[in-house]
């Protein structure tokens, strides 16, 4: 398994349905807060299958709500990765692929030996204990969207080379760093 990746017999990876558990969950939260109608996250959901763009980035939703909602939900504060400073040195000794897959991304290493960790999916324990291992810190969440995270990458990695990878191979078999 490439350098980064958290382990695709994981729970939050199992698929139901053509979803994983972790983007269900999403799902359910998207639709319980009523940011989405089930109309428009059927539609997203078909979409996102046939895509490379998480569930989160194909509806039109505001990313400050959004990042607002998975706050409270999930207990946790919320990122601006646009604003908010990243180690871009901790950011590129994973696998650049794994945080569009797997909807996490390394912040920075925290004063108390942490790593801030941003999601745009629910931190659920099996999660925390793959992203820890890879990471080989304890990690603290903070939400963020899918979209947050992928310009964070294109930010990180060279944008031409991410974009033209990422859009070329089928799902499922995408580049590695």
Do not use: C
Not at 51 to 68: G, K, N, Q, T, Y
Not at 104 to 109: A, K, L, M, S
Request: charged residues 25%; hydrophobic residues 45%; proline residues 5%.
């Amino acid at each position: 398994m490439p350098r980064g990746y958290v382990g695709a017999n994981m729970g939050y990876m199992t698929t139901v349905g053509g979803l994983s558990a972790s983007e269900a969950s999403l799902v359910l939260l998207l639709r319980d807060s009523g940011l989405a109608s089930a109309k428009q996250l059927d539609d997203a959901a078909l979409e996102a299958e046939l895509s490379e763009f998480a569930i989160d980035e194909l509806l039109v939703l505001d990313p400050a709500e959004l990042r607002a909602v998975m706050s409270h939900a999930w207990r946790i504060p919320v990122v601006d990765l646009a604003t908010e400073w990243i180690d871009t040195d901790l950011v590129r000794r994973f696998e650049w692929s794994a945080y569009l897959e797997q909807h996490w991304f390394p912040v920075r290493d925290q004063a108390n030996g942490s790593v801030l960790v941003a999601t745009s999916r629910e931190p659920e324990a099996e999660l925390t204990a793959a992203i820890e291992e890879v990471v080989t810190s304890r990690v603290e969440y903070t939400a963020a969207t899918s979209a947050d995270i992928r310009a964070a990458v294109e930010r990180v990695f060279s944008p031409t080379t991410v974009i033209r990878s990422w859009r070329l191979a089928p799902r499922g078999a995408r580049p590695r760093d």
